[in-house]
T-cell receptor, first 115, second 112 residues
């Protein structure tokens, strides 16, 4: 079955630590995205990538970093510079980046809690 | 800049009734797309329906239909014959170029 997997489902971090959230897709999609969701709010874009070895900052990239070494993988690192990292993180992919119709497929999410 | 407004934070609806979830948008683009996603308590976002700005017909997908009023910049989701499994958060989003801009969502609870 094609889809997007994210791991872990729940993640606890101490203040000052970096953590990396995994995102893998087997849909053969070129574009991948990371979103952050806070309670009672919609999704906000952290980073996106349209192709291997290329990625761009979204609206709230500060304190986060990404890499895109393989088409299938787009890991997100939450660094200690992120002031308020506790949130629900969603990874998504789409066939390509541009175009008005471009459905994004989502993974199950990772819930990060800073202790 | 694009913006999505969902004015209903929460709704209670009796099972089997139809429900309309409101969405208004703001954009200066001529070509754009409007999406509705469902987010159950498990957290995953599930795509429901899409409407393109140049589509003349309102989009329909099974029990979901989109009431698209371009002049009013409105793209309301209509769910017919609601079921208990429809209880979830519902998000409207607008896309232009690469980014989806999301509304704050509406929490829908279906009562038995």
């Amino acid at each position: 079955d094609g889809g997007i997997t994210q791991s872990p489902k729940y993640l606890f971090r101490k203040e000052g630590q970096n953590v990396t959230l995994s995102c893998e897709q087997n849909l053969n999609h070129d574009a991948m995205y990371w979103y952050r969701q806070d309670p009672g709010q919609g999704l906000r874009l952290i980073y996106y990538s349209q192709i291997v070895n290329d990625f761009q900052k979204g609206d709230i990239a500060e304190g986060y970093s990404v890499s895109r070494e393989k088409k299938e993988s787009f890991p997100l690192t939450v660094t200690s510079a992120q002031k308020n990292p506790t949130a629900f993180y969603l990874c998504a992919s789409s066939i390509r980046l541009a175009g008005a119709y471009n459905e994004q497929f989502f993974g199950p999410g990772t819930r990060l809690t800073v202790l | 800049a694009q913006k999505i407004t969902q004015t209903q934070p929460g709704m209670f609806v009796q099972e089997k009734e139809a429900v309309t979830l409101d969405c208004t948008y703001d954009t200066s683009d001529q070509s754009y797309g409007l999406f509705w996603y469902k987010q159950p308590s498990s957290g995953e976002m599930i795509f429901l329906i899409y409407q393109g700005s140049y589509d003349e017909q309102n989009a329909t997908e099974g029990r979901y239909s989109l009431n698209f009023q371009k002049a009013r910049k409105s793209a309301n989701l209509v769910i017919s014959a609601s079921q208990l499994g429809d209880s979830a958060m519902y998000f409207c989003a607008i896309r232009s170029n690469y980014q989806l801009i999301w509304g704050a969502g509406t929490k829908l609870i279906i009562k038995p």
